[in-house]
DNA sequence: GTTCTTAAAA
């Protein structure tokens, strides 16, 4: 390609006369080599020695020429008052190019301002309006756009359609949606052997949530393309279905006979990541080693690095991740905030800190994200101290304006240590009004703590912002019964039965040689059921002769201390503990998930087994990994 | 000649 447009430029160089007409095919064909500054000087040398002038045919072009080389928006400006006095600046092409160029420098008042001049206006010029609306973020704007469009009586294509299911898979409008479908179905757009249509619809399923529908879209793409399977995926882990995700990338690589890029890896080792297999990561990790070859950009490579260190620390090999991760030879913000998360995930506080420092050392500025991991790396480690200070350093030293998610780190940070009224104060004293997730964080500690009058306050005040969250009527009703107020526990469940809402169930599972095994609260269908109660019995047995006191405030309260550890027994995390114990006894280290906080018994029961059994127990739950060793935990008790 | 689907870290 390259070597053509060589000949090319000497072609035109040589001419004695050349036309703009000539110049114009000559730069889009340089365009699609895809060397857009080589592109750019050739044309700008021809045209000066040609004394041709660009036309309502070269901005187009050029815009796209400029989008390539990341010109300031500036330049479109430039070539949009170049065209305005030239007459052609409401070109239906050269209008499209402008309002391309601008959202995609989140310039959205002059593409608007541009958009709403337009006398006339057609299909292209509004998809391109919507899908640049919506990559800045503002859907809603882009989907009355959409209806507009229908006012005007502008017929949508298939590319708009593709544009407004990415929209409603954001926005998680099924409903809308399905309806959408239906007109695609009776405009024929979904028979054309064009998968992009179908991704976006398949896309849009999987992403509201509906694995069967994306599914059924899916089986019916005939030519499924890397987005395709990706997206697939992508609704297969979001669905939890680690393992089936993991086979449709087999599938994909050995039926669809294509050839997995960086995408799909990060995609896969995400998944692979959160089943917590160490073996299926290392397989991975091989795997994607050998196919890295010279198509991959340093930049594909260094994205796939930060995807594998996530993946070792999320498979509990910290070790690994540790080694890969010195051995890299260029690293960026995400490289080294991957790292603090995974160290701070693992209750390895100090390391993190460490690591924070050393990235600022290196000469990396931490962005908002990279905050938010050294934030809750504190808040894992209790330490309250060093998080205020780097909290404080966020405006101060590094320009960066703390927003909602560092105010929930640090309420959260305060209250995990029981210092509640200061966690109060900050959230008094924040420069907006604090979200649901913030009353949400002091609620929960004040459960924790037994501070029945601040809790009280701060569920009224989650209530206020979202009357419908069941989260927030259970922690309360927690805080009441474990402070002895069965009187309003009924109220605050009743209320929550009123309104049809039901608490979160807890589920655990654990891992066990390529096959995961679920477990809901009190479940007894199992076949070995009675070893598993048998064996929970007998270790509470155990635990009684050694002296160590059950935390029982969980239990509900009309029960004897004895009935009380027995409903312990049901909790699902010792469950899996007990499956796993009973039916492969011999394994020594055993991965176990939790979809909610682990409660402070089971905690207990985890570490006594993982000293009277010898086990290394890994215990995820959705904040954090527990490593139980030898009668221990990583996370030192404080989670 | 202009518009479209997926995408690493919390």
Not at 84 to 111: M, P, Q, R, V, W
Not at 148 to 158: L, S
Not at 353 to 365: P, Q, V
Request: a positive charge; one cysteine or more; hydrophobic letters at 40%.
């Amino acid at each position: 390609m390259h070597h053509w447009n060589c000949k090319l430029y000497i072609y035109i160089s040589e001419m004695k006369q050349a036309s703009a007409f000539c110049l114009n095919t000559a730069l889009r064909s340089y365009l699609k080599s895809g060397n857009p500054s080589l592109a750019l000087n050739h044309y700008l040398e021809a045209s000066h020695k040609h004394g041709v002038t660009p036309d309502k045919f070269t901005i187009p072009s050029l815009l796209k020429l400029f989008l390539h080389l990341r010109y300031p928006v500036k330049r479109g400006e430039s070539l949009q008052s170049f065209s305005l006095k030239n007459g052609f600046l409401y070109d239906l092409f050269i209008a499209t190019g402008l309002i391309e160029f601008y959202l995609k420098h989140a310039a959205s008042d002059s593409a608007h301002k541009l958009f709403v001049e337009m006398p006339k206006r057609d299909v292209v010029l509004f998809t391109a309006m919507i899908c640049g609306l919506s990559e800045n973020g503002f859907r809603k704007a882009a989907l009355d756009l959409f209806f507009e469009m229908k006012e005007e009586r502008i017929e949508p294509t298939a590319m708009t359609i593709a544009a407004v299911f990415s929209i409603i898979s954001q926005c998680k409008n099924i409903d809308l949606g399905r309806m959408l479908h239906g007109f695609c179905l009776r405009k024929g757009f979904l028979n054309k052997e064009d998968a992009v249509l179908q991704t976006s619809l398949m896309d849009m399923y999987g992403k509201c949530g509906n694995l069967v529908y994306a599914n059924n879209v899916f089986d019916k793409i005939t030519e499924r393309n890397l987005v395709s399977w990706n997206s697939i995926i992508n609704a297969y882990v979001s669905h939890g279905s680690l393992y089936l995700a993991l086979k449709l990338f087999q599938e994909m690589i050995f039926q669809g006979w294509l050839r997995p890029k960086t995408s799909t890896f990060t995609s896969i080792l995400n998944a692979c990541g959160l089943t917590t297999d160490l073996l299926k990561g290392r397989e991975l990790h091989a795997y994607i080693t050998k196919c890295i070859d010279a198509d991959y950009t340093e930049f594909d490579k260094l994205v796939l690095c930060n995807a594998l260190i996530d993946m070792y620390f999320k498979t509990g090999d910290c070790d690994s991740a540790q080694t890969f991760f010195d051995e890299m030879q260029m690293k960026n913000v995400v490289t080294w905030t991957t790292m603090i998360s995974g160290q701070g995930s693992h209750g390895l506080t100090r390391r993190a800190l460490e690591t924070f420092h050393r990235m600022i050392a290196s000469g990396i500025k931490p962005d908002r994200v990279a905050f938010v991991a050294i934030l809750t790396a504190c808040n894992h480690g209790g330490l309250v101290k060093e998080g205020r200070q780097i909290f404080d350093s966020m405006e101060n030293e590094f320009n960066v304006s703390p927003e909602m998610i560092h105010y929930v780190c640090m309420v959260d940070l305060y209250s995990r240590r029981g210092l509640l009224e200061e966690a109060h104060i900050l959230i008094k004293d924040m420069p907006f009004e604090p979200s649901k997730e913030i009353w949400g964080a002091l609620l929960s500690c004040c459960r924790s703590y037994r501070n029945v009058q601040l809790g009280e306050y701060a569920a009224k005040m989650a209530l206020e912002l979202d009357k419908f969250d069941a989260g927030t009527y259970v922690l309360l009703s927690r805080l009441y019964v474990e402070s002895g107020r069965l009187e309003e526990f009924s109220k605050v469940r009743l209320a929550m039965q009123q309104l049809g809402l039901r608490p979160i169930r807890a589920f655990s599972w654990v891992e066990i040689k390529n096959k995961v095994y679920k477990f809901t609260v009190g479940e007894r269908f199992n076949e070995s059921s009675k070893e598993m109660y048998e064996f929970l019995e007998s270790v509470s047995l155990k635990m009684e002769e050694a002296g160590i006191q059950r935390d029982v405030s969980n239990v509900g309260h009309d029960f004897s201390k004895r009935e009380k550890v027995g409903a312990l027994c049901g909790h699902t995390e010792k469950l899996a503990l007990a499956f796993a114990m009973v039916k492969f006894g011999s394994m020594k280290n055993l991965r176990i998930g939790k979809n909610l906080r682990v409660c402070i018994d089971c905690h207990e029961v985890f570490k006594f087994v993982s000293l009277v059994y010898e086990k290394e127990i890994v215990l995820k739950d959705p904040n954090r990994y527990h490593r139980f060793i030898r009668g221990h935990c990583t996370c030192n008790d404080f989670w």
